[in-house]
C-alpha cells in the first residue's frame, strides 16, 4: 500500500480558495486516490475519489498530474465550518475496504 | 434514510469488564467496517465483515477482541477484560456491495477504560 505524507496543518481565511497537496510517490498502478473530511468527534466523511487528471463534484476539486506522485484537493472559498482534518487516501481496488489514514492535515479557517 | 448509527456513543468501563459496541449500517449496506482511533492519530482498519462472516480481520489484536455481524441485528465488536490502552474511539462504517473505498461512517463510540 502506498505511504503518503501531507502537511500537518495549514490556515486559512474565510473566502480563500485552500489547495493541500499529498505525496504519494509508490503509488501502484490499481491505486485510487481518496479524500476523507473529519470533524472533531465524528467519522470521517468521504469527500472525492479519482485516479488521473481532475476530478470535481459539488464540494471539491482533486488534481492528479500525469505521474500521479502527488495529489493535491482544492476546497473553493472556504468557510469556518471547513475547519478539520483532511485525510488523503491511497489504495487498490483489491484492497480498497482497507483504508489506511495517515495523520492529515489540520485545516484551521480563520474569519 | 438514516446514516451509521453506533451506540452507545460514550462508554465508560473500570478494567477487566467487556466492552460491547454496536453498530447498524446505512440501509441497503451489506459490508461493515470497524476502525480504532487514538487521539490526535488517524484511523486504524480493524475488521471486515458481510453478513455472517468475518472477510478481514488482520486489523484486530489476537487476543480480547472480536466481532460480529449477524444475520439479523447490528454489527458488534466485543473488547472482554478491557485495559486502560484499549480506551479510544472506534468508528464503524459500512458500505453497498460494490465501491468498497467509499465508506459511510457513523459518528463512534467513545470507549474510557478506567
Known amino acids: 500500500l502506498a505511504k503518503t505524507t501531507q502537511p500537518i496543518s495549514m490556515d486559512s481565511y474565510e473566502g480563500q480558495e485552500v489547495n493541500i497537496t499529498c505525496s504519494h510517490n509508490n503509488i501502484a498502478t490499481n491505486d485510487y486516490i481518496t479524500w476523507y473530511q473529519q470533524f472533531p468527534s465524528q467519522g470521517p466523511r468521504f469527500i472525492i475519489q479519482g485516479y488521473k487528471t481532475k476530478v470535481t463534484n459539488e464540494v471539491a476539486s482533486l488534481f492528479i498530474p500525469a505521474d500521479r506522485k502527488s495529489s493535491t484537493l482544492s476546497l473553493p472559498r472556504v468557510s469556518l465550518s471547513d475547519t478539520a482534518v483532511y485525510y488523503c487516501l491511497v489504495g487498490s481496488e483489491d484492497s480498497s475496504y482497507k483504508l489506511i489514514f495517515g495523520s492529515g492535515t489540520r485545516l484551521l479557517v480563520r474569519p | 434514510n438514516a446514516g451509521v448509527m453506533q451506540n452507545p456513543r460514550h462508554l465508560v468501563r473500570r478494567r477487566g469488564q467487556e466492552a460491547r459496541l454496536r453498530c447498524s449500517p446505512m440501509k441497503g449496506h451489506s459490508h461493515v467496517y470497524w476502525y480504532r482511533q487514538l487521539p490526535e492519530e488517524g484511523l486504524k482498519f480493524m475488521v471486515y465483515?458481510?453478513?455472517?462472516?468475518?472477510?478481514?480481520e488482520s486489523g484486530m489484536p489476537k487476543e480480547r477482541f472480536s466481532a460480529e455481524f449477524p444475520k439479523e441485528g447490528p454489527s458488534i465488536l466485543r473488547i472482554q477484560q478491557v485495559v486502560r490502552g484499549d480506551s479510544a474511539a472506534y468508528f464503524c462504517a459500512s458500505s453497498p456491495p460494490t465501491g468498497t473505498s467509499e465508506q459511510y461512517f457513523g459518528p463512534g463510540t467513545r470507549l474510557t477504560v478506567t
Open positions: 465483515l458481510q453478513k455472517e462472516n468475518i472477510i478481514d
